[in-house]
């Protein structure tokens, strides 16, 4: 076990041999570290929080009560094979939050980015990977195996089938099922998500020029209703766009694994 002078932990907590705990962390009242456990400096754990597995949590994450972070992962293949669990810098883990570990069957981890918010009660399952700046607001759930881009918010209740892939810069609405890949910057709402537009307050509060803001509207349109299939439409967007944004589109459309997409115009 390698607990840092300058960390404080709590002397109901428990700490296992061969846990690390960086300098600065906190570790409060009845939490529970585990021996494969990696704390960056600067961690907080308030009270009755687990953190199990091959589990690392980036510095300055803090985890509200009640987390349970690390966790072997909600999949009937598993049979105990080592997997991980990589959690990044400066997260804000909600009361309730559970986070699996990876499987063999997949990358081997569960990849976790900075800066993101999750809030009460939310579900990431084995396998998935995260961007930064991501927020799941309270009870959303991400099945395995789906890539969630940066900047993406997804609300209250949504649900994420497995193996989706949600866009950078894209916003899911409340109670929201989402079972086809979403392109970046897309708002997406209904029970049965369907896209209804750019996320036009996003791209602004992300300061996005206005020129990029009406490339990706006339993007949006073509992939709607322009001739050939859904593929084709985005390889013509990418011979006639001098805009970033959209070419990100045109490379999330043309890279996919083969699931569908949300459609804009659908419905």
């Known amino acids: 076990m390698s607990v840092s002078p300058a960390a404080r932990v709590h002397p109901s907590a428990v700490v296992e041999p061969g846990a690390h705990v960086g300098a600065g962390c906190e570790i409060g009242p ?4 585990g021996p494969e456990v990696v704390l960056g400096a600067g961690v907080r754990l308030m009270s009755h929080v687990v953190v199990s597995g091959a589990t690392g949590i980036g510095e300055g994450t803090e985890i509200h009560p009640f987390a ?3 966790g072997s992962p909600q999949d009937k293949k598993y049979g105990g094979e080592p997997s991980r669990l990589i959690v990044g810098r400066r997260n804000r883990i909600r009361e ?3 986070m699996n570990s990876g499987t063999a069957a997949g990358t081997g981890a569960t990849v976790v980015g900075d800066d993101g918010l999750f809030m009460a009660g939310c579900h990431v399952a084995h396998d998935v990977r ?6 799941l607001v309270n009870h959303a759930s991400v099945g395995g195996h789906c890539d969630i881009g940066d900047d993406v918010i997804l609300g209250g209740l949504t649900g994420v089938h497995q ?16 079972t086809h890949d979403v392109i970046p910057y897309s708002l997406v709402q209904a029970p049965r998500g369907t896209i209804d537009g750019l996320n036009l307050v996003g791209l602004k509060r992300q300061g996005v020029a206005r020129s990029d803001i009406t490339a990706l509207r006339a993007a949006f349109q073509t992939l709607a209703q322009g001739e050939g299939t859904f593929q084709d439409r985005a390889r013509r967007l990418g011979e006639d766009t001098d805009s970033d944004y959209v070419r990100r589109i045109v490379a999330f459309v043309t890279n996919g694994a083969g699931r ?5 115009g659908d419905r």
Do not use: E, K
Request: glycine share 14%; net charge positive.
């Open 130 to 135: 995260i961007g930064d700046r991501v927020v």
């Open 30 to 33: 009845f939490c529970h570290v």
């Open 68 to 70: 349970v972070i690390g």
């Open 96 to 98: 309730h939050v559970t």
């Open 260 to 264: 569908s997409f949300l459609t804009p």
């Open 163 to 178: 193996w989706v892939r949600i866009g950078q810069g894209s916003i899911v609405g409340a109670v929201t099922m989402v």
